[in-house]
């Protein structure tokens, strides 16, 4: 049974909302993915800040049409399930890599496409998305980065301080 106009109306809001506050997209064919894998897959996109969808392409160009992933419209074809990461950009070529890991037997080229900051991706660039930073994992980097000449300088100072004791 299709939807109707005002039902139509309210799919594309509802994408059109979640593209403007996305980091990434990543389109993927699901076709000859089973209902259990799907239904997993949607688990795993809820925990970890995946927004996941199956939409007709012409809805979905609609909802794209403005905004970062404007750039997308020519390679809505095929039946597609789109991925929004919405905590930072890793997290939907995150959850794709680690679905292809549980099931090794899929293989990666159902992946069409990925997008971010406005740019096109080809599909096989979501496994260098997904080894991008959280959050989380950023700043812990750049806080080690700011701390490394600190802690260097006072073990260096108590490394001083040790060694004029032995001479005592």
Same mark, same amino acid.
């Given at each position: 049974?299709?939807?109707?106009?005002?039902?139509?109306?309210?799919?594309?809001?509802?994408?059109?909302?979640?593209?403007?506050?996305?980091?990434? =997209?990543?389109? #993927?064919?699901?076709?000859? =993915? #089973?209902?259990?894998?799907? #239904?997993?897959?949607?688990?795993?996109? +809820?925990?970890s800040?995946?927004?996941?969808?199956?939409?007709?392409?012409?809805?979905?160009r609609?909802?794209?049409?403005? *905004?970062?992933?404007?750039?997308?419209?020519?390679? =809505?074809?095929?039946?597609?399930?789109?991925?929004?990461?919405?905590?930072?950009p *890793?997290?939907?070529?995150?959850?794709?890599?680690?679905?292809? $890991?549980?099931?090794?037997?899929?293989?990666?080229?159902?992946?069409?496409?990925?997008?971010?900051?406005?740019?096109?991706?080809? *599909?096989?660039?979501?496994? +260098?998305l997904?080894?991008?930073?959280? +959050?989380?994992?950023?700043?812990?980097?750049?806080?080690?980065?700011?701390?490394?000449?600190?802690?260097?300088?006072?073990? #260096?100072?108590?490394?001083?301080?040790?060694?004029?004791? $032995?001479?005592?």
């Amino acid at each position: 049974m299709g939807l109707n106009i005002a039902s139509k109306k309210e799919v594309v809001d509802e994408v059109s909302k979640v593209a403007r506050d996305a980091y990434s =997209l990543v389109a #993927t064919e699901y076709h000859g =993915l #089973t209902v259990e894998q799907m #239904t997993k897959l949607r688990a795993k996109a +809820r925990a970890s800040g995946v927004y996941l969808r199956v939409i007709k392409n012409t809805l979905a160009r609609r909802a794209l049409a403005e *905004g970062n992933f404007k750039c997308v419209e020519e390679k =809505l074809v095929g039946p597609l399930v789109l991925s929004f990461s919405l905590e930072y950009p *890793g997290a939907a070529p995150r959850l794709w890599r680690d679905f292809f $890991k549980e099931n090794d037997k899929i293989d990666k080229g159902i992946v069409k496409f990925v997008s971010i900051s406005g740019e096109l991706l080809d *599909g096989k660039e979501f496994e +260098r998305l997904a080894k991008l930073p959280s +959050r989380n994992e950023g700043l812990s980097l750049l806080m080690s980065c700011i701390l490394a000449p600190i802690s260097k300088m006072v073990r #260096t100072v108590d490394a001083v301080r040790q060694f004029k004791e $032995k001479e005592e």
